[in-house]
C-alpha cells in the first residue's frame, strides 16, 4: 500500500480516544460530516461505535480526517478486522467541512458495519450524530 490515504474517523480512532495511538496519520484541520445521513450506534458489552453501511438513514455524522500513509492503514484496518466475517469495511463516502471559514465536499475512506449485523438486542445508544468522549468512557477494549 502506498501514497496517502484519507480516512474519516468517527470513533474510537478520532484523536483524544481510545484508540488513537493506532492512528499516526496527518489530521486535517476541522470538523468533517457525512454528506449523507448514516447510522451511528453503541453496540454490544464493549459500547463499541457502530457506523453502518445504510446511507439515508440516521443522522450527519461528526468526525475528524486523517491523512494516512500504508503502514497506518495496515494498522487501522487490522484494529477494525476489515479480513474477518464480523470486521468492519472499508467504504468510499463523501464529507464535507463544517467550519465557516472553509467548504467543500471529500471522498475519504470510513469503516463502516453491514448493516445486516445489527440486532436490536445489541444496541446500546443510538442513533448518534457524534461519538463524544462521554461514550468513550463506556468502550471496552477487545480482550
Known amino acids: 500500500m502506498s501514497g496517502l490515504h484519507r480516512i474519516f474517523v468517527f470513533g474510537t480512532l478520532k484523536e483524544g480516544f481510545p484508540n488513537f495511538h493506532i492512528n499516526g496519520g496527518r489530521r486535517l484541520p ?5 454528506v449523507l ?7 454490544g458489552e464493549r459500547h463499541s461505535p457502530w457506523l453502518l453501511d445504510a446511507p439515508g438513514q ?13 503502514d497506518v492503514l495496515a494498522r487501522m484496518d487490522a484494529l477494525e478486522r476489515i479480513h ?6 472499508r467504504v468510499r463516502i463523501v464529507v464535507d467541512i463544517e467550519d465557516a ?3 467543500g465536499d471529500a471522498e475519504v475512506d470510513a469503516y463502516l458495519k453491514d448493516a445486516h449485523r445489527l440486532g436490536a438486542i445489541d444496541v446500546r ?3 448518534l450524530t457524534e461519538y463524544t468522549l462521554q461514550h468513550a468512557a463506556l468502550y471496552r477494549q477487545r480482550s
Request: proline residues 11%; without cysteine.
Open 30 to 34: 476541522g470538523t468533517f460530516a457525512t
Open 37 to 43: 445521513p448514516y447510522p451511528l450506534y453503541l453496540v
Open 58 to 70: 440516521g443522522h450527519r455524522v461528526r468526525g475528524q480526517v486523517f491523512e494516512v500513509d500504508g
Open 84 to 89: 474477518e466475517p464480523d470486521g468492519y469495511r
Open 101 to 103: 471559514e472553509a467548504s
Open 125 to 127: 445508544l443510538g442513533p
